[in-house]
């Protein structure tokens, strides 16, 4: 049986950009289908000509490029990314590179993320993952959890990795652009570094993103310079065990040694990002272990 014209436009959507077209193009589509301005295959090509296919493509071609790390064991550094595109084809390649298929995995801030990333990670982890964010969420493969990242509800030592892909810049921030209401909080970002450094084992690691360059305050996020990050981590107990910066110009993303550009004076997004592999230091599990010791003992 022959698919009508709005199931195909309904599908190629679908198929292509993975995801249902909005009104007005499919309205769009269906009246040039009809006048015969329009043919099937003319529809297939717009969409694969868009600059929204060649953003997905970008991104599921580093996602795709992670698993063959991981395979070949391969920690990348120097990563390309093409011009006009978002930190996201950066920074999801690195840390899922990086991931050892450990099985306890948090991925915090998920609810927002790019399904290209949910989906690898999800695949990736033998168990199923536990994604955590303020907005409600409901994610095929995780245990999702709603709860502030300023107060995390897990045990010490509960994961073996975590992953905080762009969500460190937004905590204590103005969240009402993603739906949800949180009190602002300068100190935010430092009790959620030490929230993720209580909940990951001894032997764990962080897998971090954050937008770097000149220190701004956007009101929705901060972002730092590299010497404010790596304060911020070290305040927390964490040692940056491997670390790398991107920048993008008008040749694309590529590794570089300093930033200095504001937010989106290049790009869609952050014009530079900082990637990073943290490690929960012994001293701050000494210590913990210590005060657990002395509430029980006076309790």
């Not at 995390?152 to 460190?168: E, H, I, K, N, R």
């Not at 065990?241 to 290049?266: I, P």
Request: glycine share 12%; hydrophobic share 40%.
């Amino acid at each position: 049986m022959e698919t009508g014209d709005s199931d195909f436009v309904e599908q190629t959507f679908g198929f292509v950009l993975r995801r249902a077209p909005d009104a007005e193009a499919k309205s769009s589509a269906l009246d040039r289908l009809g006048a015969g301005t329009l043919s099937r295959a003319g529809l297939v090509a717009e969409l694969v000509a868009s600059d929204e296919f060649e953003r997905l493509r970008a991104l599921d071609d580093a996602v795709a490029f992670a698993a063959w790390a991981r395979s070949a064991g391969e920690r990348p550094r120097g990563l390309r990314g093409p011009p006009g595109s978002d930190e996201r084809v950066i920074e999801i390649p690195w840390v899922l590179s990086r991931y050892g298929g450990e099985p306890r995995v948090l991925d915090v801030g998920t609810a927002h993320a790019p399904s290209a990333y949910v989906q690898a990670l999800a695949a990736a982890t033998p168990g199923r993952p536990t994604a955590v964010d303020l907005a409600v969420a409901e994610l095929d493969g995780f245990e999702c959890v709603t709860a502030d990242l300023r107060a995390l509800p897990f045990d010490d030592g509960s994961f073996d990795v975590a992953f905080c892909v762009s969500t460190l810049e937004h905590v204590g921030a103005d969240n009402a652009l993603y739906g949800v209401a949180g009190e602002r909080d300068a100190d935010g970002i430092a009790r959620a570094l030490r929230e993720l450094g209580r909940v990951v084992a001894r032997g764990g690691r962080l897998l971090v993103t954050v937008p770097c360059g000149a220190s701004e305050e956007h009101g929705w996020f901060v972002q730092h310079d590299e010497g404010g990050w790596l304060e911020l981590f070290a305040a927390a107990g964490l040692h940056v065990e491997e670390h790398e910066l991107y920048a993008l110009d008008e040749h694309g993303w590529s590794s570089t040694d300093s930033l200095e550009a504001g937010y989106a004076t290049v790009g869609p997004a952050a014009s530079g990002v900082l990637c990073a592999e943290l490690h929960p230091g012994r001293l701050r599990h000494a210590v913990q272990r210590a005060l657990r010791r002395a509430a029980g003992r006076y309790s």
